[in-house]
C-alpha cells in the first residue's frame, strides 16, 4: 500500500471529488463512501466482459484527516481473476491470453494514474506530499479488502484476519 501525507491545505473532500470526476470521466466506476470523518474512493473498470478478459480493475484511495496532515492511502487490489483467465486462456483459448494479459497491463497504470490525480490536485492548491511511504498489506479472506499487516480485524467488514 502507498501511502501519501500532503499539508492541512489538501481538503480531502475537494480530492475525493476530484478523483470521482476525473475517473468517471475516463469511464470508470466510481464511488464515494464516508465513514467516520474518512473518506473511501472506489474506482473500477466493470462488467462481466472486462471481468471475462482481464480488465476488472479495482483499487481503494482512503482520505484522512490527521494532526499531521491529509494522509491519502492507495490499496491495491487483488488480481487473482486474471491469472486465473490467462491459465484458462492457455490451456483452452490461446486467444483469451491477450485480453488478459492487457487487463494485467492496465491494472499495473491505475495506481500511477491515481497518484498522479492526486499530486495534480495538491499542487492545484499550492501543496506537494510531505511523506511517501509503502505499508505493508493483508488482505481480508471475506472480502478482499486490503488492510494494513498487523490488523485484527478487517476495516471493511469486521471479519477476523
Known sequence: MIQKTYPTTVDPEG???????TFQ???YEVQKLNSGGDIY???RKAGILRTVTGLSQALTV???KTNEGTVVSLG???????????AAGFFFFTPLM???SWGLYEQHKLP???LKVIDEYAASVGASHIDQKIVEVIHCPHCGVTNVAGAKFCSACGSPL
Do not use: F, N
Open 112 to 114: 500511477g494514474k491515481i
Open 25 to 27: 470521466a475516463q469511464g
Open 15 to 21: 480530492l475525493a471529488q476530484k478523483l470521482v470526476q
Open 41 to 43: 474512493v472506489q474506482i
Open 76 to 86: 491495491q487490489g487483488r488480481w487473482a481473476d486474471k491469472a486465473i483467465v490467462e
Open 62 to 64: 482512503h482520505i484522512q
Open 98 to 100: 491477450i485480453p488478459a
